[in-house]
């Protein structure tokens, strides 16, 4: 079976989009676990630790980027092409807004602490 060059960078982009992330998310469970019964402030004095706020900044648009491909496949796959297009913008627009949302918030809480 043939793969074409779209389809092969595809394929290629989530696999090493998902290499990246899962030491990151094995942080990340590892930090809720251990802070899950902390107060507010505890948590926004972790998060303004540099060391988990790059862990975070790093982990943010590679995340979103490996969920925007996944609902991409979906979409493509199970979606006629007159209905995609619309769905496949709206992916990327609300895929790019989470991810811009959550980096602001990092950079607001560890600038303001």
């Known amino acids: 079976m043939c793969m074409n060059s779209s389809g092969k960078k595809h394929w290629v982009y989530q696999r090493l989009s ?11 469970i590892w930090l809720v676990i251990k802070y899950s019964i902390s107060n507010f402030s505890d948590a926004i004095s ?3 630790s540099p060391l988990i706020s790059i862990v975070i900044l790093i982990y943010v648009p590679f995340g ?21 297009d619309g769905y496949l913008i709206l992916n990327n627009v609300v895929c790019c807004f989470l991810a811009i949302a959550v980096i602001l918030s990092i950079i607001k ?4 602490i």
């Open 64 to 84: 979103f980027f490996h969920m925007n491909l996944g609902i991409r496949t979906i979409l493509e796959d199970y979606l006629d092409s007159h209905k995609r």
């Open 46 to 48: 972790l998060v303004s």
């Open 18 to 28: 998902a290499i990246i992330i899962i030491p990151l998310l094995l942080i990340a």
């Open 109 to 112: 809480i560890n600038l303001y």
